[in-house]
């Protein structure tokens, strides 16, 4: 069964850290992109980050980008958000998805169960 | 202020056929596929149609998408209880670099 579960998530302070994981099992990690994608509380869904299968390409969403690194680690079949300088807004649950594609178009699938951050004083 | 524009509510009752829209511009809808996403309460997304039209195993023929220009539609036929949940379009965007979802619309089946 492809599974994706996430860890890391807690409470936090404004200007803190936070490392959240992804790990992977029922599939093999290292031939998919991966992203991670928040949902702040009773919002919407925000794309955050995505990586290519070897890791050596990353994009983020203008809200992260400087403060966020995502990474991978393919010999363990996990997939990381750093996430740095957090600010109250970064309040949401973080939810890691695998990036399936049938050559030209992309979708994610599946998505795991997701991890709280809440970034409060 | 999503990019991607969808009804923030939609409703109908048993055994009705809804259509939710999703409305977007040439750099997202009108240049690449759209997908569609069903939120549970309290749980997470799952895949319920892929580029535009296309369904994943497993989820009933019932569900339904197209997409012409730049907007696209979800359609759910023969609404059910167990449909009753939020729905998320979502495109890549070429011009911002960026994947984009719609604001979501909660599905009450009444």
């Known amino acids: 069964e492809v599974q994706l579960v996430e860890s890391g998530g807690g409470l936090v302070q404004p200007g803190g850290s936070l490392r959240l994981s992804c790990a992977a099992s029922?599939?093999?990690?290292?031939?998919?992109?991966m992203h991670w994608v928040r949902q702040a509380p009773g919002k919407g869904l925000v794309w955050v980050s995505r990586?290519?299968?070897?890791?050596?390409?990353?994009i983020y969403a203008d809200s992260v980008k400087g403060r966020f690194t995502i990474s991978r680690d393919n010999a363990k079949n996990t997939l990381y958000l750093q996430m740095n300088s957090l600010r109250a807004e970064d309040t949401a649950v973080y939810y890691c998805?695998?990036?399936?594609?049938?050559?030209?178009?992309?979708?994610?699938?599946?998505w795991g169960q997701g991890t709280l951050v809440t970034v409060s004083s | 202020q999503s990019v991607l524009t969808q009804p923030p509510s939609a409703s109908g009752t048993p055994g009705q056929r809804v259509t939710i829209s999703c409305s977007g511009s040439?750099?997202?809808?009108?240049?690449?596929?759209v997908n569609w996403y069903q939120q549970l309460p309290g749980t997470a997304p799952k895949l319920l149609i892929y580029?535009?039209?296309q369904r994943p195993s497993g989820v009933p023929d019932r569900f339904s998408g197209s997409k012409s220009g730049t907007s696209a539609s979800l359609a759910i036929s023969g609404l059910q209880s167990e449909d009753e949940a939020d729905y998320y379009c979502?495109?890549?965007?070429?011009?911002?670099?960026?994947?984009?979802f719609g604001g979501g619309t909660k599905l009450t089946v009444l």
């Open positions: 998805a695998r990036d399936c594609s049938n050559g030209d178009y992309h979708w994610f699938d599946p």
């Open positions: 029922g599939f093999t990690f290292s031939g998919f992109w």
């Open positions: 990586i290519y299968s070897d890791g050596s390409h990353t």
């Open positions: 040439s750099s997202n809808i009108g240049s690449n596929t």
């Open positions: 580029s535009n039209n």
């Open positions: 979502a495109a890549w965007d070429h011009s911002l670099s960026v994947w984009v």
